[in-house]
């Protein structure tokens, strides 16, 4: 069994998925998602009318979007996977982008169409990649039926958006591909080859725990780097080359334009390229340099620009290149965090020496089987085995956001806790502790579990209340607008007035893991009255209508208010978990 499908194994946070379950591991490893479950809960599809899609998932910062289907063979001896399950998703794409029939969409696949529709009319998306995820070898029958989904994508993009450059990728996530990705995780160097460095003069540069030289090369050595070793070029960067748009203020396409129109000048206007490498052979003497190994952390776009043009126009055109040695793994994570225009430096990656954030990892190592990175980021190692019990600080932020009655940040603005001082002061301040984001966090989860629960359901075997509860929660949003309907009603089911909502919580050696079992009856108990109350807001312009969610949030406390009686001994019980305060 290849490593990456043993790590994948070992992984029980994803056995809940199923199938599924591989084609989520594969998403981590590509956009380096720190917490896969609740990407999960948004992104998967795969209910009653899913019309062949099991994945839509929307990447902000590479501005991609992720149509998928997913497969798992129960004998991995099988030489191939099924090429009609490839097929499938020309079906989907029909359907997400061609459909002017909503009803006939599941409820979480018309959710996450009106998602993708909306990033597309808003112009958010510069990629749409078509996946085929399984664990078998890849194949030629599979490739030609994704070939044909992705023309039939094509074609309904200039049918609806005529007027965008969208570019349209797919991918056959199979054995290979996957084990590569893994790979790149585990090091950030794909390519060994010992490469000749076409150049004669360089300039030598070292530091603390780094060495580099600088030098300057032709574009077509770099063009032919490109088309000899593709994505595996920019292995520390798993996301590889992002496509161009024809559009003036586009760099990619603008970089492409200069080496067909101006070669001689491409030095003048470009940036340059940096390469890690594992070591360098260097002869002053006889003018001749060589690395061996190599990954391009900062230029990708450059790369991959270079390539779309002919190596004969490329002729006059040359790259000023660095190439980078490091051995210590820290300074390589940093080299590649710093330099690679791909994975630019995230809006928390700025929070992380914030004093708070400080003394919230102090606090969270008080706290029993959980890891809280306080905005930093796991290394390069961390990629394919996420610690079990992370809190990563995003579904931190986007829990106490919820939590504190901005359902609509939580989902749609994320960015914007880390990137306002204003919006950040609102969730972490010094009435924010551990244990108070523990509170919040797990009921987040305890959400989350109840929809995997009722997902993983029969059909046949789901009450009318489980439909409609699913239904509810199948909305994209609706795990983030349940928990700060959950919070608005804290003074029904805590019996008291609470002055500071920040005081809440299990008290400071309560798990994560333990919080969500103090929280399930409770939601549960509370579940029923989402789906009268809380999921009109989705008809009605969703989240981001405020006054439509404050409306629905009333409706909401008001029904627990009236049933608070019927509920006491849930009530009651949970309260007993509560810390005093």
């Known amino acids: 069994m290849p490593p990456a499908l043993d790590v994948f194994n070992a992984r029980h946070d994803l056995a809940q998925f199923g199938p599924n379950g591989l084609l989520l591991y594969a998403l981590q490893l590509r956009f380096e998602i720190d917490d896969i479950v609740t990407v999960a809960a948004t992104a998967l599809t795969d209910d009653t009318k899913d019309q062949k899609c099991d994945l839509i998932y929307l990447d902000d910062e590479s501005r991609t979007a992720v149509i998928a289907q997913a497969y798992l063979a129960a004998n991995t001896t099988k030489t191939h996977a099924p090429p009609n399950k490839a097929a499938d998703l020309a079906i989907a794409v029909g359907w997400i982008l061609g459909n002017e029939r909503p009803e006939a969409l599941g409820v979480s696949l018309r959710s996450a169409a009106e998602d993708l529709h909306n990033a597309l009319e808003a112009g958010e998306i510069d990629s749409i990649e078509l996946w085929y995820s399984h664990n078998l070898p890849e194949s030629n029958a599979a490739k030609e039926q994704l070939e044909r989904a992705a023309r039939t994508t094509r074609a309904l993009l200039r049918q609806h958006y005529p007027e965008l450059e969208v570019e349209v990728r797919f991918l056959e996530v199979g054995r290979n591909l996957l084990e590569e990705w893994y790979r790149s995780s585990e090091s950030p160097i794909l390519v060994t080859d010992k490469i000749d460095v076409p150049t004669s003069t360089w300039v030598d540069e070292h530091g603390d725990g780094w060495q580099a030289v600088l030098t300057s090369v032709p574009a077509t050595w770099l063009s032919d780097l490109n088309h000899r ?162 809190i990563a600080s995003d579904t931190a932020a986007q829990a106490l956001a919820a939590f504190h009655q901005d359902p609509e ?56 209340e489980d439909h409609e509860i699913l239904e509810y929660l199948r909305r994209r949003g609706s795990a983030f607008l349940l928990v700060s309907a959950v919070a608005a009603c804290a003074e029904t089911y805590l019996n008291r007035a609470i002055a500071d909502t920040f005081s809440i919580s299990f008290g400071p050696t309560t798990s994560p893991a333990v919080g969500v079992e103090h929280w399930t009856p409770l939601v549960e108990s509370l579940l029923p009255f989402a789906s009268n109350s809380l999921d009109p807001v989705f008809d009605n312009g969703g989240l981001r209508r405020r006054e439509v969610v404050k409306d629905a949030l009333n409706r909401f406390r008001s029904l627990v208010s009236a049933t608070k009686k019927a509920n006491s001994v849930i009530f009651d019980n949970f309260r007993m978990q509560v810390a005093s305060y």
């Not at 305890?446 to 009318?464: D, G, M, N, P």
Request: aromatic share 10%; charged share 25%.
């Open 229 to 390: 070793y593709g994505d595996r070029l920019f292995s520390a960067n798993v996301r590889s080359y992002m496509p161009s748009r024809r559009t003036a203020q586009n760099i990619n396409y603008n970089m492409e334009q200069t080496a067909r129109l101006q070669p001689a000048r491409f030095w003048a206007f470009n940036n340059g390229v940096t390469a890690l490498v594992s070591d360098m052979s260097k002869d002053s003497g006889k003018r001749h340099l060589a690395v061996t190994g190599i990954s391009v952390v900062n230029g990708a776009q450059t790369t991959g620009a270079l390539a779309k043009v002919s190596q004969i126009e490329l002729r006059e055109a040359r790259v000023m290149i660095r190439f980078v040695k490091a051995s210590n793994a820290a300074i390589i994570d940093d080299i590649i965090r710093y330099n690679n225009s791909q994975n630019p430096i995230k809006p928390s990656d700025f929070r992380s020496s914030d004093r708070h954030q400080e003394r919230l990892r102090r606090e969270f190592k008080e706290i029993p089987d959980v890891t809280y990175l306080g905005a930093r980021r796991g290394g390069q190692e961390d990629r394919a085995r996420r610690p079990s019990n992370l």
């Open 409 to 464: 940040i939580a989902y749609h603005d994320l960015r914007s806790i880390w990137e306002s001082d204003e919006v950040y002061a609102r969730y972490f301040s010094d009435h924010t502790s551990a244990a108070h984001i523990v509170f919040c966090y797990s009921l987040l989860r305890a959400i989350q579990q109840v929809k995997f629960e009722l997902s993983a359901k029969e059909i046949q075997e789901r009450t009318q």
